[in-house]
C-alpha cells in the first residue's frame, strides 16, 4: 500500500498544507491519505514567544490536506525547551 505502515503506533509530525504542524501517534490510514493520529497536539510557532501545544486528543487528517509526514525522535523531541524555541509560522504549500 504505502511507506507509512511502518508509521504505525508511532509518533509523527504532520505538516499540513495550510502550513499547520501536527504532533501524535499515527493509528491508521486509507488508500487516500487520510491519517488517524492518537494523543494529537498542534505546535503554533511565533517569533515573539514560545511554542503553543494546543492539545487535540484523536484527530482526522484529510489526506489530500498533507504536505509532509515524518517519524519523530522522542528522545530528542522530549529534551526540547519548547517554551524558548521562536520562530516563524510556516506558510500554505504553493503549487
Known amino acids: 500500500m504505502s511507506g507509512l505502515e511502518s508509521y504505525i503506533n508511532h509518533t509523527v509530525s504532520i505538516i499540513t498544507a495550510d502550513g499547520r504542524n501536527f504532533i501524535g501517534t499515527l493509528k491508521g490510514f486509507d488508500q487516500t491519505t487520510n491519517i488517524i493520529i492518537d494523543e494529537c497536539h498542534e505546535r503554533v510557532f511565533s ?49
Open 47 to 95: 517569533t515573539t514567544a514560545g511554542i503553543e501545544q494546543i492539545v487535540l486528543g484523536l484527530h482526522i487528517i484529510r489526506g489530500d490536506n498533507i504536505a509532509v509526514i515524518g517519524l519523530i525522535d522522542e528522545a530528542i523531541d522530549s529534551r526540547l525547551d519548547l517554551q524558548n524555541i521562536r520562530g516563524e509560522p510556516l506558510g500554505p504549500v504553493v503549487h
